[in-house]
């Protein structure tokens, strides 16, 4: 199964956290971005960082670890900046960006729960 937490997390009525408790024995790859929703229907992609969006970051990666998650990672969507032109929604910087934070916040939660 693959978990997107901006598909996932665009529907309102959804409890990323149960899902991730749910399915982490079948969750084999994760695509993690953040989104903020706008208003009853609409969303935008934002920055990793769960202070830009309306996702818990750090709570979905804390989520996926203590639950045994030991799949592939990949920062899901990125915005086009610093002048980048490229296919919308797969800018380069962005996603390195969202990458690097990813990687700490994981390295945050396994330090948290003594996993090396």
């Not at 899902?19 to 609409?42: G, M, P, S, T």
């Not at 045994?68 to 797969?90: A, L």
Request: hydrophobic share 35%.
């Amino acid at each position: 199964m693959t978990m997107c937490s901006g598909s996932l997390g665009a529907g309102r009525f959804n409890d990323l956290k149960h899902i991730i408790e749910q399915y982490a024995d079948r969750i084999y790859f994760v695509h993690l971005r953040n989104i903020k929703l706008e208003n009853d229907k609409d969303f935008k992609e934002v920055a990793h960082y769960s202070d830009c969006g309306s996702l818990d970051m750090y709570m979905l990666v804390k989520t996926l670890v203590n639950n045994g998650f030991e799949g592939y990672v990949r920062p899901d969507h990125g915005r086009n900046i610093w002048g980048e032109d490229g296919k919308p929604g797969y800018g380069l910087y962005d996603r390195a960006l969202g990458a690097a934070y990813l990687n700490g916040l994981f390295e945050a939660a396994k330090k948290e729960k003594n996993i090396k």
